[in-house]
């Protein structure tokens, strides 16, 4: 249910993208498997995460009846404990790592646990047999992404793909990742304020809030 | 959705928020409003956006006065400054709207928020797609475009003919009417949603016929298509099958999900599905 499948971009753009998720099976071995899933993003949380989820929220949420200085100071930070403590149901949680090595020492220690509950990795075919490989692990399936068909020509250009899908359920929407570039190279907002924008609207917490900043600076400077 | 009228102050920061381009600011009343048949009740406005409490008709006030200098305020882009967002009851069919877009709810059909299913992500519990047979999940809409049942039925109608099996535990084949000719319940097919997946399996010598299939019936219905396509390792990890089939048809593929192979059976004997128990 993450919806990691289809994040836009050619192989080297994963380079700071790795996540790892856990996903009970219903009927096989989703029997108390809350305290395993909170267990399993206590861990995870331990390896500089950029990002962690259970698909309700992930580590930065939208506020609800904020106070009128929300417009100078957001003043918020990404709150763990509440993905953590958010775990209720059995269901997918997930973490996103920057670099590989945060997501191998987070993997071997996941591995070591032996929780028993199905383990993911989405990036890139190579990345993933790589970790795999240096984890001592044989990879048991894998799910190709085939490049999105649009012969009626309706996404955008590949700067606002790259942004919007890393929410893979749809929820950052072309128009906003548009404008949230635009303000970036106007100086109206910084590349900081403008990913936490971007990341709020992605529930599940698996937006790559490091990611969508090199990809805003880099997408700045190229007008397209 | 709803966008209350009263409370509304026509800032427009809902109008980009919005995955299908629903909302904009209507100039004959001044208000926000949402076009109810591109809307597909995904709550990205009323979840997604962070909310003030404020007073509309000072807000509005201060707006105007603004307005008549020129001024511009530039407000956090994520937030509506008076609520007015509300979520109104859903009744079928517009109900299935929300249920395949708003990825906080869960279908009832398979367990699972959104409108995703298992797929290949616990097959080493599951041996959904076992050795020699490959799976599809063909998306429909995503990203941002969506897509309306009758086009969804115009694929599977034209899928079951080429001896494909549609998964039984996913939310497309739980509408089905007849798997065997790919229709689906006739009351729900103007409606418009996000995205949704057909989910088939094959065996191997299919995937050219099945990809072939998919996309020129794509040339048809006015949507965007992803595809995922799995399969079983091998007992050293690798895939020596379908990587060099997809290289050899021209496929591009650059990510992939992969299964670690970390999962087993845990539950009670008594509460386990029992075809994982045959094979």
Known sequence: MTNTLHRYGKADSFKDDYIIFAIPSRGRNDENCIPKLKEFLKICARHNPVNIG??????????????????????????????????????TVSAVFSNES??????LEIIEADFGISVNISTSVENAKDIAGK?????H????????NDPHDHLPNSQIMELSTMCGHGMVSFNLARKMLDMVREGRRTPEQAVATLTRFCPCGI???????????????EQR | ????????????????????????????INRAVINDDACVECGTCFRGMSTENLNPVLIRAIRK??????????????????????????????????????PVVEHASTGIKGRGTEEVKTNDVSLRVDTGEVGYTIEFGRPGVGVRFSDIQEMTRILSGNGVTFEKNNPITHLMTNTETGDLRADILEEKILSAIVEIKTTIDKVEQVLETVYRVNEKIDTVIAVGISTRCDEEGEDHILAPLLEDLGASYERAKTNLGLGRITNALKNTKMEDMIK
């Open chain 1, 141 to 148: 399936s894998v799910e190709y992404a085939l490049s999105v």
């Open chain 1, 207 to 221: 937006y790559n809030p490091t990611r969508a900043k090199r990809l805003l600076l880099e997408a700045s400077k």
């Open chain 2, 1 to 28: 959705m709803l966008i209350n009228p009263k409370k509304c102050v026509a800032c427009g920061n809902c109008v980009p928020v919005c995955p299908m381009g629903a909302i904009f600011v209507d100039p004959g």
């Open chain 2, 65 to 102: 006065i603004a307005s008549i200098f020129r001024f511009r305020f530039e407000p956090e882009p994520d937030v509506c400054p008076t609520s007015a967002f509300e979520m109104n009851e859903l009744q079928m069919p517009r109900l299935i709207r929300q249920i395949f877009s708003d």
């Open chain 1, 102 to 107: 945060d997501a191998r020492e987070c993997l």
């Open chain 1, 135 to 139: 984890c001592g692990i044989s990879r």
């Open chain 1, 54 to 91: 259970n698909g309700q929220r992930g580590t930065l949420a939208p506020g609800k009846g904020l106070n009128p200085r929300t417009h100078w100071d957001r003043g918020e930070k990404p709150d763990f404990d509440a993905v953590i403590e958010g775990v209720v149901k059995p269901g």
